[in-house]
């Protein structure tokens, strides 16, 4: 089984300054409510009400706001490394095929190249399948190419066939 990975690094620079702007969103939210309630406290609300509401808020309320705006900022900077690290892995592993490339010349790195394209389904590998071994009839059979390029071999001749070329 295959598995591929796509990272759009546009997107992830996206989030990534969403996650910070929400945080800082969430921030001045806490600051405004800190405001509101200290106005309260100086003597706007007063009561067994006020009390609890006061109590919760300090106990429950901020304190989960808070963690919010610091999960918010937490996964701003994790977005970032996560896009670095995908980004050092690609130009490592690009560097190891050119490598690759390099030292096996032009002509292995055509095939290399092609058998990529097959093996990710760029190039619908139809050589062989299309008509690699038989042939005969009137026509004789086809090759042993891909679609793109003339037929290798040649098919079997006339009525009694033949083994293909390819």
Do not use: C, H
């Amino acid at each position: 089984m295959i598995i591929i990975i796509r990272v759009d690094y546009d997107q992830m620079d996206k989030a990534s300054k969403g996650f910070a702007k929400e945080s800082e969103n969430v921030k001045r939210t806490i600051d405004n409510l800190k405001g509101i309630i200290e106005t309260l406290q100086d003597g706007d609300w007063i009561g067994e009400g006020a009390d609890a509401f006061y109590r919760e808020m300090e106990s429950l309320v901020m304190p989960a706001l808070k963690r919010l705006m610091d999960a918010m900022a937490m996964a701003g900077r994790v977005t970032v490394e996560i896009k670095g690290i995908f980004k050092e892995t690609e130009e490592d592993t690009s560097g190891v095929f050119s490598q690759l490339l390099a030292s096996i010349g032009d002509a292995g790195a055509a095939d290399f190249r092609r058998a990529g394209a097959i093996a990710m389904g760029e190039i619908g590998g139809r050589g062989a399948a299309a008509g690699g071994v038989g042939g005969g009839g009137a026509g004789g059979g086809g090759g042993g190419s891909e679609g793109e390029s003339p037929a290798s071999g040649g098919g079997g001749g006339g009525s009694g066939g033949g083994a293909g070329g390819g």
